[in-house]
């Protein structure tokens, strides 16, 4: 009689492999969504420069104030935003 090495039982292998592979699917999806949060955060700081710029240059001192209070909130916003996105995909 044939002795086997394998301690585990034939039914259990497949779903070690689906476990193996849930995780790497898992393990894909979280680097793709790091990859999208951290391009998120680059395209709205990039637009916020641009507006930050243009509140530099805005004559009545009004508008200049309100784009300024736009680009803090936006900011704010943004950032928490990102923070919980970044937790989230820990």
Known sequence: MAT???TQRPFE????????ANEQILAAARKAGALYVDSY??????????ESRY???????WLKSLIESHLDLS???????VNTARSALK
């Open 55 to 61: 509140a530099a240059t805005a004559q009545p001192e």
């Open 13 to 20: 292998a497949p779903f070690e492999q689906f476990k193996d």
């Open 41 to 50: 955060e680059r395209v709205v700081g990039r637009a916020l420069d641009i």
């Open 75 to 81: 900011r704010e916003l943004t950032s928490a935003y």
């Open 4 to 6: 086997t090495t394998n």
